[in-house]
């Protein structure tokens, strides 16, 4: 168990529709990572937060939209989706924003727009 | 971040070592090397890292070379839940700020009875 809580482990939609993955970091973690992982792209990035504030993006569409909370809990928002948008998206934390920070990586959502 | 090259699968018999090679020839003095490895469809793990000494930690052992353009991941005593996709990755402590994870299509490891 790394410690990182990601809900929920499945869920099911329809194009079009709305979606939000929620990600809880270990204990004492100030930074948040969202990356996507589907079939044909393997491991993707998509966005950084630390303490609260976007520190980097990656190849994140315009569709989504992120953000960090107070209590440091994160969001992944998902709109108009498409059935290209399956696939699953991991949450990771680290102690810091820096380089050398060890991420520990959530169990995923498993996303499937039908 | 330097490129990485790792085979795309390879195969071990149960307690036996495995050793899993990745080649890092553009790698530059500053970037460290990562294994992680991801079981079936679940979360990457963190492994182990290092910048050019030999590291050993309770899951594994990395042994990079000399002149640092290669690296081995050696998991003394393989078992069945070893199996999975290893992932080799060189980043910088210093790219720009970002601690985002590059991953490749990582080595597929089948430790087999």
């Known amino acids: 168990d790394s410690g990182v809580t990601q809900t929920p482990k499945h869920l099911i939609t329809a194009t079009g529709q709305r979606v939000t993955l929620r990600c809880s970091p270990r204990s004492g973690d100030l930074s948040v990572y969202w990356y996507q992982q589907s079939l044909d792209q393997g491991l993707q990035f998509l966005i950084q937060y630390y303490n609260g504030e976007e520190r980097a993006k990656g190849n994140i569409l315009e569709r989504f939209s992120a953000q960090q909370f107070p209590d440091l809990h994160s969001e992944l928002n998902l709109s108009s989706l498409e059935l290209g948008d399956s696939a699953l998206y991991f949450c990771?934390?680290?102690?810091?924003?820096?380089?050398?920070?060890?991420?520990?990586f959530g169990a995923g959502t498993r996303l499937s727009v039908l | 971040d330097a490129k990485t090259t790792q085979p795309t699968s390879m195969d071990c018999a149960e307690g036996r070592a495995a050793n899993l090679p990745c080649n890092h020839s553009t790698i530059s003095g500053n970037e460290y090397v990562y294994w992680y490895r991801q079981i079936h469809s679940q979360g990457p793990q963190y492994i182990i890292h290092?910048?050019?000494n030999n590291e050993t930690n309770e899951m594994a052992s990395l042994i990079i070379t000399e002149d640092r353009k290669s690296s081995t991941l050696i998991l003394p005593h393989a078992t069945l839940r070893d199996t999975a996709v290893y992932y080799c990755i060189v980043r910088g402590f210093f790219s720009g700020g970002y601690n985002k994870l590059i991953f490749g299509a990582g080595t597929r490891l089948a430790v087999h009875p």
């Open positions: 290092g910048l050019k």
């Open positions: 990771a934390s680290s102690v810091g924003p820096s380089e050398g920070d060890i991420q520990y």
